[in-house]
């Protein structure tokens, strides 16, 4: 070992290790942030890798969101139809409560949970084991910033697929629902489907959720992939904390963005 | 041309404590050292892929240790680096990824692409391997593809980390054979990192050597041999007694 | 079959097939896995090991997801609320959403992507590096070392969490019921505790437990079933994140059926 001190050792507690730790995470998660916004107004893109990553988000997410969008249709449909026969028994509003919340809330919040943790694993993945063969470190040498390159077009591709796919899976979701409904508490079809409760605010709301969730996984994913470090542990952990960390994104922005929904259009 | 001084950097640990390095154009510099010892991290600040925590790296003349990305486009684009993992783009063939840096930099000719791709792929003995996935190639082949990437710039700085690992005494003698002639036609200054030193040694001008993160030694090739340094000594001649 | 065919009945067909191993995979693990439970054959400072990580690496996760999912609720509750002008009800609607459903999903997603996939990653990493070869080599069955001690201990810690969610859940609907809609604790706490029964709570925390047992089983079983490298880690992840989401929603499909 040689003799010198390192100047940049200095002693500090936990607690301060960590506020450090969580400032430059919050400062590079910007970075990224905002060289994405820049490069999906400047970058050029090559014609097709939108469309190829469309085609990884919608088609590689349909068939889980389906079912797991159906199921949670069902679910609900089942719970809060037997609630409602203990206070009222009639529930003829049941299939318009339910559109309303799917619509306000439940679609994208949901699906987008489904998509952090298909799209976003999926996302930081392929990114992570891109840095630790250093393909990362190749393209910033051949003068592509990889943000650009690598999380641009799957952010275009999400929020386009993210909103494509809301509608899709909710509208299976809602399906399901009101087959439960018809089957198990005998409400018509007919009944069921109505729309009397939607309203702008509510339409507002969800489509403004599709878009965050849809901007916000592929880019804490990529933030995620990009700042993996050592070999194939390095690629797990990526994965793991960006399934954890856009799911945490998605409950938060849902509280945001439905606190103000609630503030403005109630 | 190149100039390090007082350059600190750390992960976890620190890499590099307090390394000064005067590379002169036009020269070859080996870079030596046991694993670990901070050669690659060394290179990776030298193209700005890594920034230090303090003191100063000058390329081209320029400080680049406070440039941000795009000011260090112009540095990189005189730059050309092979990885020690070769990282070759796996979606691209060869032709494509040996094209790459040339069409970022704004080359559209495709007659002109294809000419300089091609030369390359003879310059590595591998020609016709154009059409080919880098999943498909074996480490030596990647390797030499590696190579031709890092050189089809025809850059003024070109880094080279590991040019020869995995590959058999012949084909690894013809990569240093090739790569010195390479940087003698084109006048480049180049920083090579190997562990194969007999054969480094035989094609470098200056030779580094690095131990824990700092740089130990720095003197000609033939200082190196004859270094009495009880370290440089032992590395340098591979023999299993002494300090290391 | 040809690996190359890409037309719609061939990749129907592999899609149908890798569904079977996977399932076909994990129902294998549990028996093998049951057949160690008796006699106990367990390693039982990996188990204390596990259930320490575990427990620490979730818990700020999930009382933050939690206490944002208690606030989520009145919000969506708020408009239901006022149209029907039923403050006395928000106890009880938010009290039992979070119970029986919401809680349990929600927090049972979160584990399964910090401690399910991080495991799936573990696991696909040791095999990748030839670790659990090498265990075998040394006499140590996997199963009973590494495997059953991870199966344990995320059944237990996902019930607990699933407690601790529940309580900073309620906790934050009651503060938001309070900020946002002007309903008291007073009131909150009074519709609670009139109508929510203890078999509520229950049946969530038999959903817990249940899921703890799918996130366990295919996290594990991703991980072990792991080819090519560290881009297979990734995917090996990607897998079994997904499974489980798949598998939690499934199971509680069903046992919202039974558990009425």
């Keep these: 070992m040689t003799a010198e001190l390192d100047p940049m050792e200095r002693p500090h507690g936990p607690a301060e290790a960590a506020a450090r730790r969580a400032l430059a995470d919050a400062r590079e998660l910007q970075g990224v942030f905002l060289r994405t916004l820049y490069w999906t107004f400047r970058g050029r893109r090559e014609s097709g890798e939108v469309m190829r990553q469309c085609f990884e988000v919608g088609y590689r997410s349909a068939f889980f969101l389906s079912v797991t969008m159906g199921f949670i249709g069902m679910i609900l449909v089942f719970q809060s139809g037997l609630q409602l026969l203990r206070v009222v028994p009639d529930l003829t509003l049941l299939g318009a409560t339910f559109l309303e919340l799917l619509v306000r809330d439940l679609g994208p919040t949901i699906a987008a949970m489904m998509l952090a943790t298909r799209v976003g694993a999926g996302i930081a993945a392929e990114i992570g084991s891109m840095v630790v063969t250093e393909q990362v470190d190749a393209l910033r040498m051949c003068g592509v910033d990889p943000v650009d390159h690598l999380v641009v077009p799957r952010f275009i591709a999400s929020m386009v697929m993210t909103t494509a796919l809301v509608v899709f899976s909710g509208l299976v979701s809602f399906a399901a629902g009101g087959a439960t409904a018809w089957f198990v508490f005998d409400v018509q079809p007919l009944t069921y489907v109505n729309f009397s409760l939607l309203d702008r605010g509510d339409l507002i709301t969800g489509v403004l959720k599709c878009l965050a969730y849809g901007a916000a996984v592929p880019i804490v994913s990529g933030w995620c992939g990009l700042t993996t470090r050592g070999g194939s542990e390095g690629v797990g952990s990526a994965t793991t904390s960006a399934v954890v960390n856009s799911s945490l994104a998605v409950i938060m922005l849902d509280l945001v963005i439905s606190g103000v929904g609630f503030v403005v259009f109630a | 041309m190149i100039e390090l001084s007082h350059v600190w950097k750390r992960f976890a640990a620190p890499v590099l404590r307090d390394v000064s390095l005067r590379v002169p154009e036009g020269c070859l510099y080996g870079l030596i050292g046991p694993g670990a010892a901070g050669k690659s991290v060394l290179l990776k600040c030298l193209a700005g892929l890594l920034r230090p925590e303090r003191g100063s790296v000058r390329v081209f003349g320029g400080a680049i240790e406070g440039l941000d990305e795009v000011s260090l486009q112009a540095v990189r684009n005189r730059v050309g680096m092979l990885f020690q993992n070769n990282a070759l783009f796996d979606h691209l063939t060869v032709a494509e990824n040996i094209a790459f840096p040339l069409r970022r930099r704004g080359m559209t000719d495709e007659a002109e692409i294809a000419a300089r791709v091609a030369d390359r792929l003879r310059a590595v003995s591998l020609p016709g391997f154009e059409g080919r996935l880098p999943g498909g190639l074996s480490g030596g082949q990647k390797k030499r593809v590696g190579v031709a990437r890092a050189t089809v710039t025809r850059a003024e700085v070109v880094l080279y980390d590991e040019p020869a690992a995995g590959l058999d005494p012949v084909t690894s003698q013809k990569i240093f054979d090739l790569l010195r002639r390479e940087q003698q036609e084109a006048g480049a200054t180049v920083i090579m990192v190997s562990s194969d030193i007999d054969r480094l040694l035989t094609v470098t001008d200056r030779v580094g050597m690095m131990l824990d993160g700092a740089l130990i030694f720095d003197g000609t090739t033939a200082e190196a041999q004859g270094s009495l340094h009880p370290v440089v000594k032992q590395f340098v001649h591979g023999e299993v007694e002494g300090p290391l | ?260």
């Design chain 3, 1 to 260: 079959m040809n690996p190359e065919e890409t037309g719609l009945p061939a990749q129907t067909g592999r899609a149908v097939l890798s569904l079977a191993s996977d399932l076909g995979g994990v129902a294998v693990l549990a028996g093998r896995l049951a057949r160690r439970l008796v006699p106990p054959r367990l390693d039982g400072p990996e188990l204390w090991r596990n259930l320490h990580r575990m427990g620490v690496r979730s818990l700020p996760i999930v009382g933050v997801t939690a206490l944002f999912t208690g606030g989520i609720m009145v919000i969506q509750a708020g408009v239901l609320i006022r149209r029907f002008g039923a403050e006395g009800l928000l106890g009880w609607g938010a009290g039992f959403a979070t119970l029986r459903e919401v809680g349990p999903i929600l927090i049972a997603l979160m584990f399964s992507g910090r401690v399910g996939a991080n495991n799936t990653a573990e696991l696909a990493t040791m095999t990748v590096t030839e670790q659990i070869d090498a265990l075998e080599t040394l006499a140590i069955d996997p199963l009973s070392y590494l495997i059953l001690p991870r199966v344990i201990a995320m059944v237990v810690m996902l019930f607990v969490l699933t407690v601790y969610g529940d309580v900073l859940a309620l906790l934050g609907a009651a503060f938001m019921g309070d900020a946002l809609l002007g309903v008291s604790t007073a009131t909150f706490a009074n519709g609670f505790l009139e109508t929510i029964r203890v078999w509520d709570m229950a049946t969530g925390l038999i959903k817990s437990s249940l899921f703890g047992f799918v996130i366990a089983l295919s996290s594990s079983h991703f991980g072990l079933a792991v080819t090519g490298g560290a881009p297979g880690v990734g995917r090996a992840v990607n897998a079994s994140v997904v499974a489980s989401a798949t598998g939690i929603f499934v199971c509680d499909y069903v046992a919202t059926y039974l558990l009425k």
